[in-house]
């Protein structure tokens, strides 16, 4: 089992540089590189990652995406002087030539292609290149937008060629539309590509009819091209979750990828001058978290843009430690997705339905009216500022932004608890457990008692429940202290531990809990105070309680063939749970589950992202290969398979179609595929 995360990073890539003026070129400085690499050593992740050196990419590698003349014309710069360099620099789009761009462009396709290398021969399980030159703008026979060589599509190519790899991902979160990537693999059904940028209906760089959401790839390549125009700036965290949970999620769980690649731009971050966007940097850990959930694991993150340099640096951080198996950090700002976004959402997944199974019974129409157009009639600025004083407010900006950075990562960040998942060994059955898991003593049965009596009488009835208890009780105590990060737990009536493991939490001062109960409930919670929200998945609706904003019934029954929980899990438990934000995720299996293991590991393998990564699990103690595949999912020594992907029935599509329209005002994560009607403010 491929384990480690390669970390590539070579101080020579910063001797590309910009020699003479250019107000366009002016924020690709080598700072970008090395200010991210100081801040992994300031967070001591640089040690914590595998060494893997950088090499020059090979002429031959190069030519599997270039033409011949772009690599000669590049080659040729390397002995040109400043005015010779400028002037071949101006040939092209945002482009600057330094007398050693050739070898650092040649160094970031090497480095690129050892990563591939490192991930796909199990040396590591996934890793990320710090490069420069980026490369998504580039084009087989032209430089453009900062880009040389086009580092991710040689890298694909190359492991198509090398591995004999058949589906590629490649996900672009940088914030302008990698338009060199889409032409490269635009015919080719084995890449699917997906790219979210900033469009303003083709105001924004590089301002292409071929950028919107309806150029869905040509020819074989149909519905492999996957553009997300952003119609406006601002975007912030929720923006983003909504377009994996709602377009990307979906899309790459049903094309099975061997490869994950992410042209990993942080300009799409809060304070950068290009995207003027609110994200985060804590964003890209719970992207990059969904994202390891797939290929097995296999990722390969390659830095594109990024022009704030604390806003990129921390950002890059907060991509490695994910990347290294850290439990991620709780998300922050409001979790509700502009009208902007779910307009583009919804676009897309219109243009995407004739050739994706998981919209074939999804209501999708183009939206012609968007809210943004009106918006960009406004935006010419009748006295607009000299270039100086828009520098002035620039800076001005990037201070502030700095400062407000400071701060959020203080707030946000937070020790790792020293070990990962804890058991006890009640049955004796802990040696089927992986490795990894930490066994803790069990609570004493006079405290036990103690406790039942105080507090949770009216739910234990039997003293057989006790010994159970210990246990449960003895690992939520580590998870409430952060001295573990998760836990499971066996227990013979899950009904009746879950109810205590709830009524514990909240006596403790946990908030939100989150349930998640898969199997016959016996013992319903009181959700009405709203600090327990529980998603009941059971095969046929149970009688005594009604659906309610904090109690919600799925009725599931998983398909034979495969694993068709994705349709589900993704489109209505993950928005639904990112909403609720809680500070504890409890998962419990109890008698009769309607799920498959394989549907019960990617409850456990996404929901991770939450509650900084603490997880609860009971399972009923009877389900040994339950309890092997959550522990496996909880340690997090690889992606679990999840089984063969089945499209749902179109009865099953309706069912959460009912759900999403019934709570999308309160869990407003789920309206990027709703009906917009919610909607009853405009997002100006």
């Not at 640089?46 to 050196?53: A, D, Q, S, W």
């Not at 010419?380 to 004083?389: K, L, V």
């Not at 409930?521 to 009181?526: A, G, R, S, V, Y």
């Not at 900084?612 to 959550?630: K, L, P």
Request: proline content about 5%; glycine content about 6%; hydrophobic content about 40%.
């Amino acid at each position: 089992m491929a384990s480690g995360t390669a970390l590539i990073y070579d101080e020579e890539m910063t001797t590309h540089k910009l020699l003479w003026s250019d107000p366009v070129c002016d924020i690709e400085v080598p700072e970008r590189l090395s200010s991210s690499y100081d801040q992994l050593k300031r967070y001591h992740l640089v040690e914590r990652c595998v060494h893997v050196p950088a090499r020059e990419g090979s002429k031959e590698e190069i030519l599997l995406v270039h033409s011949s003349e772009h690599l000669e014309v590049a080659k040729s710069t390397q002995t040109m002087n400043e005015e010779e360099l400028k002037k071949v620099s101006g040939n092209y789009d945002a482009f600057f030539f330094h007398p050693n761009t050739y070898r650092c462009a040649r160094l970031a396709v090497g480095a690129t292609l050892e990563l591939v290398d490192a991930v796909m021969s199990g040396k590591v399980r996934n890793g990320m290149a710090l490069v420069r030159p980026p490369g998504h703008h580039s084009q087989r026979n032209a430089a453009n937008g900062f880009c040389l060589f086009n580092n991710v599509a040689i890298a694909a190519e190359y492991a198509k060629l090398k591995y004999g790899l058949q589906r590629i991902l490649i996900v672009d979160w940088d914030v302008h539309h990698g338009q060199g990537t889409q032409y490269i693999f635009e015919e080719d059904p084995s890449v699917l590509y997906f790219s979210w940028h900033r469009y303003e209906h083709q105001e924004f760089w590089p301002s292409l009819k071929e950028s919107d959401y309806d150029a869905v790839g040509l020819g074989k390549g149909k519905g492999f091209n996957i553009n997300l125009p952003w119609n406006k700036v601002g975007m912030g965290n929720s923006d983003y979750l909504a377009a994996f949970f709602h377009v990307l999620l979906p899309m790459a769980f049903e094309f099975d990828p061997e490869l994950v690649i992410v042209s990993s731009g942080y300009d799409s971050g809060i304070g950068d001058p290009e995207g003027q966007m609110n994200a985060t940097p804590e964003v890209f850990a719970h992207l990059t978290h969904f994202l390891m959930q797939l290929a097995s694991g296999k990722l390969c993150v390659i830095l594109e843009g990024g022009y704030h340099l604390k806003s990129l640096s921390e950002s890059v951080c907060m991509t490695v430690k994910t990347l290294l198996g850290d439990p991620v950090p709780q998300i922050t700002g409001e979790m509700a997705p502009c009208l902007s976004a779910v307009e583009s959402i919804q676009n897309v997944r219109a243009a995407h339905k004739r050739y994706w199974k998981w919209l074939m019974y999804e209501d999708t129409s183009f939206l012609q009216n968007l809210s943004t157009k009106s918006h960009l009639l406004k935006k010419a600025n009748p006295n607009p500022s000299t270039e100086h004083e828009s520098k002035i407010t620039n800076s001005d900006e990037t201070v502030k932004v700095e400062r407000f950075l400071e701060l959020h990562m203080k707030n946000i960040l937070f020790p790792v608890p020293p070990i990962k998942t804890a058991t006890t060994d009640s049955k004796g059955s802990a040696h089927l457990l992986p490795v990894p898991v930490h066994f803790v003593k069990e609570m004493d049965k006079t405290e036990i008692k103690a406790l039942v009596s105080g507090f949770y009488a009216d739910i234990v009835k039997e003293d057989k429940n006790l010994l159970s208890l210990g246990s449960m009780l003895a690992i939520l105590d580590k998870i409430f202290k952060k001295e573990v990060c998760n836990g499971i737990a066996g227990s013979p009536t899950s009904s009746v531990s879950v109810a205590v493991a709830l009524r514990h939490s909240v006596r403790f001062g946990f908030q939100r809990v989150l349930c998640i109960f898969v199997g016959d409930l016996e013992i319903i919670p009181n959700t009405e105070d709203g600090k327990i929200l529980m998603i009941h998945i059971c095969e046929k609706e149970q009688s005594g309680k009604t659906r309610s904003k904090h109690y919600i019934s799925l009725n599931w029954k998983e398909d034979a063939e495969g694993n068709d929980f994705f349709s589900a899990v993704l489109g209505f438990i993950l928005p639904v749970a990112y909403s609720y934000q809680p500070n504890l995720t409890v998962i419990a299996v109890g008698p009769n589950r309607s799920l498959g293991i394989s549907g019960i590991s990617l409850l456990f393998s996404l929901l991770q992202g939450l509650a900084e990564s603490r997880i609860f699990a009971v399972i009923e103690d009877t389900e040994i290969n339950v309890m092997q595949s959550v522990a496996k999912a909880l340690v997090g020594a690889s992606a679990p398979h999840f089984g063969v992907y089945v499209p749902p029935t179109q009865e099953k599509v309706n069912k959460i179609k009912i759900l999403r329209d019934q709570f999308q005002q309160e869990w407003k994560m789920l309206q990027c595929s709703g009906k917009l009607s919610v909607f009853i403010v405009s997002s100006y």
